[in-house]
């Protein structure tokens, strides 16, 4: 069982900039792949970025690509997501998920989910 917690969401203008954390529980944190994914109102829940175990694999979503910035310190048991440009269309709650095994990125492969974090982008 793995616990993740995200934090950093908050209200922001258009063009500004967040920084996303998801603390796990497990020292075993670098044994899972992490993702973000975001749900919007009236929407389904979307991958955005994911990570591989080591860090040394990262993929976007075509919408986020050259904006956002995945990382995670095994160290700390934390996962980032970086969104940089924000755009309305960012707003959503963003979560953190961890999956073992092959690596994904569809939202139903993930095992471990956090609670979320209301990211909101003004114009």
């Known amino acids: 069982q793995v616990q993740l917690v995200e934090s950093g969401g908050g209200l922001v203008q258009a063009g500004g900039s967040l920084r996303l954390s998801c603390a796990a529980s497990?020292?075993?944190?670098?044994?899972?792949?992490m993702g973000w994914f975001r749900q919007a109102p009236g929407k389904e829940r979307e991958f955005v970025a994911a990570?591989?175990?080591?860090?040394?694999?990262?993929y976007y979503a075509d919408s986020v690509k050259g904006r956002f910035t995945i990382s995670r310190d095994n160290d700390k048991n934390t996962a980032y997501l970086q969104m940089n440009s924000l755009k309305p269309e960012d707003t959503a709650v963003y979560y953190c998920?961890?999956?073992?095994?092959?690596?994904?990125?569809?939202?139903?492969?993930?095992?471990?989910w956090g609670q979320g974090t209301q990211v909101t982008v003004s114009s």
């Open positions: 998920a961890a999956r073992g095994g092959i690596f994904s990125y569809s939202v139903e492969s993930y095992d471990y």
């Open positions: 497990r020292r075993t944190f670098s044994n899972y792949h």
């Open positions: 990570i591989t175990r080591s860090g040394g694999g990262t």
